[in-house]
Antibody
Framework: EVQLVESGGGLVQPGRSLRLSCAASGFTFDDYAMHWVRQAPGKGLEWVSGISWNSGSRGYADSVKGRFTISRDNAKNSLYLQMNSLRAEDTALYYC??????????????WGQGTLVTVS | EIVMTQSPATLSESPGERATLSCRASQSVSSNLAWYQQKPGQAPRLLIYGASTRATGIPDRFSGSGSGTEFTLTISSLQSEDFAVYYCKQYNNWLSITFGQGTRLEIK
């Protein structure tokens, strides 16, 4: 059974940093691209960042470019999101999502339950 | 960045009726369009990808159509469990993915 478990969220002051983690199990982690998607309270979904299976390609939403960094450790079956210079508008539930392909597919077939980040 | 616009924002339908949700892209995304369903307190679920291919386990009452800039999600006969929020998502550029703002499907 595929499982994605996010952690690392919490309350943080504007301008500070936070690192999110996503522990994956139930599939061959290094075969698939991974993504972060966020949802502000009561709002819609926003894609934040994605990384290919081998970390060779990474993408970011314009709203986080230059402040957030996505990474992965295939030996640990883990995905990360380093968030710097946090702003109030980054407040959201952050989901980790598995891609159905290794690169250039971008269908999110499994999702975690999310970790809440509050910037205040 | 490609902007995705969904309509209507809210759709009220009765169980057993047919629902039609629309999604428009600000520029062509070919068939690189997916639909997700989200229920309160839950993570989204992939319904349709490639504009018209149902994801694993999705009932055949869900169908997707369109290409280029105009897309439609149709639910042929609404069941109680179908009332939720639906999002379209374009992935024409794998490194610049955007969602629509969502359509809330509510019971009439």
């Amino acid at each position: 059974e595929v499982q994605l478990v996010e952690s690392g969220g919490g309350l943080v002051q504007p301008g500070r940093s936070l690192r999110l983690s996503c522990a994956a199990s139930g599939f061959t982690f290094d075969d698939y691209a991974m993504h972060w998607v966020r949802q502000a309270p009561g709002k819609g979904l926003e894609w934040v960042s994605g990384i290919s299976w081998n970390s060779g390609s990474r993408g970011y939403a314009d709203s986080v470019k230059g402040r957030f960094t996505i990474s992965r450790d295939n030996a640990k079956n883990s995905l990360y999101l380093q968030m710097n210079s946090l702003r109030a508008e980054d407040t959201a539930l952050y989901y980790c999502a598995k891609d159905s392909g290794s690169y250039k597919v971008a269908n999110f077939d499994y999702w975690g339950q999310g970790t809440l980040v509050t910037v205040s | 960045e490609i902007v995705m616009t969904q309509s209507p924002a809210t759709l009220s339908e009765s169980p057993g009726e047919r629902a039609t949700l629309s999604c428009r892209a600000s520029q062509s995304v070919s068939s690189n369009l997916a639909w997700y369903q989200q229920k309160p307190g839950q993570a989204p679920r992939l319904l349709i990808y490639g504009a018209s291919t149902r994801a694993t386990g999705i009932p055949d009452r869900f169908s997707g159509s369109g290409s280029g800039t105009e897309f439609t999600l149709t639910i042929s006969s609404l069941q109680s469990e179908d009332f939720a929020v639906y999002y379209c998502k374009q992935y024409n550029n794998w490194l610049s993915i955007t969602f629509g703002q969502g359509t809330r499907l509510e019971i009439k």
